[in-house]
């Protein structure tokens, strides 16, 4: 029996049907209600087109409202210490103040994507893996329209940790994510040279490391914006 049940787009707390269809229209969720909660397999069809098929869970969660007046305010205080003005000559800097331990967050019951699902964006682009309380974390493969794909590692709704990315035009790239960027050490060979990068990606660029051409040449050393930069050392294998 297809159940429809009002939730917002990003399966936060439920709100009412009014608010709903102003704002995005509803839900439909075919699958078992725990109390009104959609749990167990099933299927979720968002207004905006995208869809989900596995499993939900009725979990208890920190108060999302909560979390993020938290947040809000401790970005307002690591602002505020940035801006403050620098010790006077000959002044000693005030020490440094102690991280605060995050505070106890209400909890609030809701329903979440949660165990080993496929969500299929209205793009086209397509995650299969594992969910916890409603994030891509675990393993998981995700494709794209224009015949990308990325197998590997995932946390906090992101490509992150170790995998394997195969781009349209038939380049790899093997190693460190974060953030959906490459992040860390890795190697990316190019198919139309048979060239490659080996070596440390910060933020998606191949910063330092080896680039091996395709007749055994290499360099080591300095990158930037894919190309060697200041000194940098050639090697003949």
């Known amino acids: 029996t297809t159940e429809i049940y009002t939730l917002s787009l990003h399966d936060a707390l439920p709100i009412s049907t009014a608010e709903m269809a102003e704002e995005e229209g509803p839900c439909e969720w075919e699958g078992e209600l725990d109390d009104g909660f959609p749990t167990g397999q099933g299927t979720m069809k968002y207004p905006n087109g995208d869809a989900y098929e596995g499993v939900y869970a009725k979990l208890e969660v920190d108060d999302p409202a909560a979390v993020a007046a938290y947040e809000a305010e401790k970005a307002e205080k690591e602002a505020a210490a940035a801006e403050a003005e620098p010790p006077a000559e000959g002044e000693d800097a005030p020490p440094a103040p102690a991280p605060e331990a995050p505070p106890e967050f209400p909890k609030v019951t809701t329903s979440l994507r949660h165990g080993t699902g496929k969500y299929t964006f209205a793009s086209g682009v397509v995650f299969e893996g594992d969910y916890v309380e409603g994030k891509k974390r675990g393993a998981g493969v995700m494709t794209f329209p224009d015949g990308g794909k990325y197998e590997g590692a995932f946390d906090d709704d992101c490509m992150q940790g170790e995998g394997v990315f195969n781009y349209p035009s038939g380049d790899t790239y093997s190693g460190a994510f ?31 490391g080896e680039w091996i051409l395709s007749d055994g040449t290499s360099w080591k050393g300095e990158f930037e914006g894919g190309k060697p930069s200041g000194e940098i050392g050639r090697a003949h294998v």
């Open 178 to 208: 974060h953030g959906n960027k490459k992040s860390g050490v890795g190697s990316y060979m190019f198919k139309q040279s048979q060239s490659q990068f080996i070596g440390e990606w910060e933020d998606g660029e191949f910063k330092r």
